[in-house]
């Protein structure tokens, strides 16, 4: 069993920058690829990135464009998502996800076993 904490949401204006994290508890991240969901009201949730678990290789949402950077740290049991020049477009529920296929960096929220409860990003215009 994996339990995953998201922390690093908050409110911010358009332009600025959030560093999400994720942090595991219960079993290491090591052999899990990990994702970055998004869900708002009424929607389905989104995928945003997702990393392998040698932290090798990693994909994005065509709308990240470069905005956004996906890197763990399997020593500190952590993942991160490094938002910059955020748009009002981008508030959502934040949601890290551990999928036991290590070598996957899939976009589909099936294949992730494990989720946190989500962290709140709010962007302004």
């Known amino acids: 069993q994996v339990q995953l904490e998201e922390s690093g949401g908050g409110s911010v204006q358009a332009g600025g920058s959030l560093r999400l994290s994720c942090a595991a508890s219960g079993r290491t991240l090591s052999s899990y690829s990990m994702g970055w969901f998004r869900q708002t009201a009424g929607k389905e949730r989104e995928f945003v990135a997702a990393?392998?678990?040698?932290?090798?290789?990693?994909s994005y949402a065509d709308f990240v464009q470069g905005r956004f950077t996906i890197s763990r740290d399997n020593d500190k049991n952590m993942v991160t998502l490094q938002m910059t020049m955020l748009k009002a477009e981008d508030t959502a529920v934040y949601y890290c996800?551990?999928?036991?296929?290590?070598?996957?960096?899939?976009?589909?929220?099936?294949?992730?076993?494990?989720w946190g409860r989500g962290t709140q990003v709010t962007v302004s215009s």
């Open positions: 990393i392998q678990a040698s932290g090798r290789l990693s």
């Open positions: 996800g551990a999928n036991p296929n290590a070598y996957a960096h899939s976009s589909d929220s099936t294949d992730y076993n494990y």
